[in-house]
């Protein structure tokens, strides 16, 4: 279940493993809807891929610590528990 933890900072958003490789894997459609913005559908698509497979890379199998400034921006991607593999 996800939970969020406010810092002076920002926010965690604390993702159990199923809710990380969700944000992972994500959903194809959404990324099509955004690649159909004119001028920065194409970079939008590319920084949501990136952060995904940043995701995929840091989740565990107890989960994964999302750390969002207060501008919205995810400066750090934590794991939790021992490396897993979403499939």
Excluded: Y
Aim: proline letters at 5%.
């Amino acid at each position: 279940m996800a939970s969020i933890d406010t810092r002076f900072w920002g926010v965690i958003v604390h993702l159990d493993q199923g809710e990380g490789c969700f944000a992972a894997m994500g959903l194809p459609a959404g990324e099509l809807a955004l690649a159909a913005i004119p001028v920065w559908g194409p970079l939008i698509v590319a920084a949501v891929k990136l952060h995904k497979a940043w995701i995929a890379a840091n989740t565990g199998d107890q989960g994964v610590d999302l750390h969002f400034n207060w501008a919205g921006f995810l400066h750090f991607v934590g794991r939790r528990g021992n490396p897993f593999t979403c499939s």
